[in-house]
């Protein structure tokens, strides 16, 4: 099992930054994916931007030149650069991991962590 958890949320003003971590722990084989995720009220979840363990990234069209996703595998953490951020960013940002052995792949997610954009 792999356990996620993701931190950096909280209440920024629009135009601002935040930082979002997410740390993976327990019984980690390959990350190969690692990514993130927002879901705001009344709306399906969305990719944010992911990235590969070799270090390729993809981003969602709305975010792109204002997030920035990377990743240090040495402690299994993946991190999402947000700026500029205005209000239409608010939602519950999740990370994703998929671990993969041998041709099994697991996929877990984390808990979550509000992002509000408000002035």
């Known amino acids: 099992q792999v356990q996620l958890v993701e931190s950096g949320g909280g209440l920024v003003q629009p135009g601002g930054s935040l930082r979002l971590s997410c740390a993976a722990s327990?019984?980690?084989?390959?990350?190969?994916?690692m990514g993130w995720y927002r879901q705001a009220p009344g709306k399906q979840r969305e990719l944010v931007a992911n990235?590969?363990?070799?270090?390729?990234?993809n981003y969602a069209d709305s975010v792109k030149g204002r997030f920035t996703i990377s990743r240090d595998n040495a402690k299994n953490t993946v991190y999402l650069q947000m700026n500029s951020l205005n209000p239409e960013d608010t939602a519950v940002y999740y990370c994703?991991?998929?671990?993969?052995?041998?041709?099994?792949?697991?996929?877990?997610w984390g808990q979550g962590t509000q992002v509000t954009v408000s002035s």
């Open positions: 327990g019984s980690i084989f390959s990350l190969n994916f």
């Open positions: 990235i590969l363990s070799g270090g390729s990234t």
């Open positions: 994703r991991a998929k671990d993969l052995r041998g041709t099994s792949l697991y996929d877990y």
